[in-house]
């Protein structure tokens, strides 16, 4: 799979570059849940316009303790003295992880032909994002239970190891096993990093912070795909997967010797373990699983067959098991009710969800529609892309240091995702509608991408505010799960709307006949089979790829129209007083 789903589609081949998602990937309380309500910001002051609230009545009608003019967390002083010296070794985690999600686009041939089994490599990247997705949430809450600086190392270590083994493979099932093992250190390395900047850093500056770390994960994501090329070419794909192990060993070293965090909890390991809601993390796992098997079952293979329709109808009843278990089950649940039941936490999360699965399937697009369509070549599609993926970095530094000078992050979410709406209206626009331009193809998805980038960093800031103290690493981790689940939601329908119109319109412009089923069985295979054709039917096929990419895009942008709705739902909270 992957694209974080998948590396590749029916539609796309490995020539195709993976979309590069500037990411990196929160609570609210209830009235009788806030004692530290002060230490997070909770005012009821309206950050935008000043209005005080008075009594226990918020703007929105809701109940709440009034704070006591406690002003918004300041963060770790000694912890953020150390983030000079921490942050190269932090940085390694993020920029592995990243890498480690592209790193194999374009060795998947050389692999799958050293180990005889081509139609198996898609499982590479699958079983790595299964776990990884799975394991995200998780280490919020075991961070909070057995320290953040422990979580981090185990992290390293997975992660390390899984690469060993993945560089040590002697066939195709030892391989996705250590890639899915690799994954659950993985999820790890980038969401601790971001729950420790959050205990270290101020909550205005924060977002700032976010910045450096989007870009260090861009690079890094950018750096895989052709980084693995020339490894494969030149020394074999297993340096792909042997030279991140000891780059991990370094970051662990780095970690274990130069982070020092302040003890918060002295108890013994069992006491620790049994605070841990392993009932609700069996429920959780199981629900992630089978969603996202199902999802790319379906759009990889058929949404007809029983590999996707069971796991699918299985993941509901699991989801709903999973809110059962932490809402009347668990004394210490991962996702406690105040979390799930909280507007502004639900509504970044949606935010997060909606943005990923839209923009990230449309920038997945982008790419075909370069190559089928204008009959560009894949690294020249991969040239067009570079500005769009600058400017999501670029807008997530922009958010951080806009928040930093004013404390307010409402309308900048709200103007951010309604930007990336308008981006991909125009995109669509300029894909055959009113006009079929390159360059104002260009401009929009830069547009998109600023937009976007802004959106994942403000509503970061938005969870963190809206959460207590003790639940901003809960919070932050659930973040990295919807930006999770919605690429693979928004990849997968996506991939679904553009293969029918894609079908249907081969199959009404070339008519039937055996030669026309075998024109169609070979566009749907190939990009390079379009090549072969004659010149008249080549320009029907390149028409239909138009028309295909064409209702990706119409059904992307109605995906991140409900990221823009759901940023009117979260609440303001001023980052400063």
Same mark, same amino acid.
């Given at each position: 799979?992957?694209?974080?789903?998948?590396? !590749?589609?029916?539609?796309?081949?490995? +020539?195709?570059?993976?979309?590069?998602?500037? &990411?990196d990937h929160d609570t609210g309380f209830a009235a009788a849940n806030r004692a530290d309500y002060g230490t997070r910001g909770d005012s009821p002051v309206d950050e935008e316009d000043g209005q005080v609230t008075t009594g226990a009545q918020e703007a929105d009608g809701s109940t709440q303790e009034q704070d006591g003019g406690k002003a918004p967390y300041t963060g770790e002083p000694d912890m953020r003295s150390q983030m000079k010296y921490i942050m190269p070794a932090l940085a390694i985690g993020v920029f592995l992880s990243a890498a480690d999600q592209t790193i194999i686009v374009s060795s998947y041939g050389k692999i799958g032909s050293d180990l005889d089994a081509l139609s198996e490599t898609s499982w590479i990247a699958t079983a790595y994002f299964l776990s990884l997705t799975s394991a995200q949430p998780l280490y919020g809450k075991l961070s909070d239970i057995f320290g953040r600086k422990p979580c981090l190392l185990?992290?390293?270590?997975?992660?390390?190891?899984?690469? /060993? *083994?993945? %560089? /040590?493979? +002697?066939?195709i099932n030892q391989l996705i096993a250590a890639r899915a093992f690799a994954g659950i250190g993985g999820g790890g390395m980038t969401t601790v990093v971001s729950i420790l900047l959050s205990d270290a850093i101020p909550l205005q500056e924060r977002g700032t912070w976010q910045g450096y770390v989007n870009i260090i994960y861009a690079t890094g994501a950018g750096c895989g795909a052709p980084l693995g090329g020339l490894l494969a070419d030149g020394i074999g794909w297993r340096w792909s997967f042997l030279g991140q192990a000891p780059l991990c060993l370094l970051a662990f070293f780095a970690v274990f010797f130069l982070l020092k965090l302040p003890s918060k909890d002295s108890t013994d390991w069992r006491s620790k373990l049994?605070?841990?809601? *392993?009932? %609700?993390? /069996?429920?959780l796992v199981l629900a992630i699983f089978t969603l996202l098997f199902g999802l790319d079952r379906g759009s990889n293979v058929s949404w007809r067959v029983k590999e996707c329709l069971v796991p699918l109808c299985l993941s509901f009843p699991l989801f709903g098991a999973f809110l059962f278990v932490e809402i009347r089950v668990a004394s210490e649940p991962f996702a406690p009710k105040r979390i799930i039941l909280n507007r502004s936490l639900v509504a970044s999360y949606l935010c997060n969800f909606f943005s990923f699965g839209g923009w990230l399937a449309a920038l997945f697009y982008l790419p075909l529609y370069f190559q089928a369509v204008e009959g560009r070549s894949a690294s020249m599609a991969g040239v067009l892309l570079i500005p769009c993926i600058i400017s999501g970095v670029s807008g997530s530094l922009f958010g951080g240091i806009y928040m930093q000078k004013t404390g307010k992050y409402y309308w900048i979410t709200v103007l951010a995702y309604s930007a990336t709406v308008l981006g991909l209206v125009g995109i669509t626009l300029l894909s055959g509608i009113v006009a079929q331009s390159t360059v104002g193809i260009?401009?929009?998805?830069?547009?998109?991408?600023?937009?976007? %980038?802004? %959106?994942?960093?403000?509503?970061? &800031?938005?969870?963190?505010?809206n959460a207590s103290r003790e639940d901003q690493a809960i919070a932050t981790a659930? !973040?990295?799960? *919807?930006? !999770?689940?919605?690429?693979?939601?928004?990849?997968?329908?996506?991939?679904?709307?553009?293969? +029918?119109?894609?079908?249907?319109? /081969?199959? +009404?412009?070339?008519? !039937?006949?055996?030669?026309?089923?075998?024109?169609?069985?070979?566009?749907?295979?190939?990009?390079?089979?379009?090549?072969t054709l004659e010149p008249q039917t080549r320009a029907i096929v390149r028409k239909c790829y138009l028309l295909s990419n064409r209702a990706a895009f119409i059904l992307d942008t109605c995906i991140v129209l409900g990221a823009a709705i759901s940023a009117w739902m979260i609440r303001k909270k001023p980052l400063t007083r």
């Open positions: 799979m992957p694209r974080k789903t998948s590396e !590749s589609t029916p539609l796309l081949t490995e +020539q195709a570059p993976t979309p590069i998602d500037a &990411i185990f992290a390293y270590l997975v992660f390390g190891l899984g690469c /060993l *083994f993945c %560089g /040590l493979a +002697q066939d049994r605070r841990i809601d *392993f009932l %609700g993390a /069996l429920m260009i401009i929009c998805s830069c547009v998109c991408s600023f937009g976007n %980038g802004i %959106g994942v960093t403000t509503t970061l &800031i938005a969870l963190i505010a659930c !973040s990295y799960l *919807f930006r !999770s689940l919605g690429s693979t939601v928004g990849v997968s329908l996506t991939s679904t709307a553009a293969n +029918q119109t894609m079908r249907t319109a /081969l199959e +009404q412009r070339l008519r !039937s006949g055996a030669d026309a089923d075998k024109i169609v069985e070979g566009v749907r295979r190939t990009l390079s089979y379009i090549k």
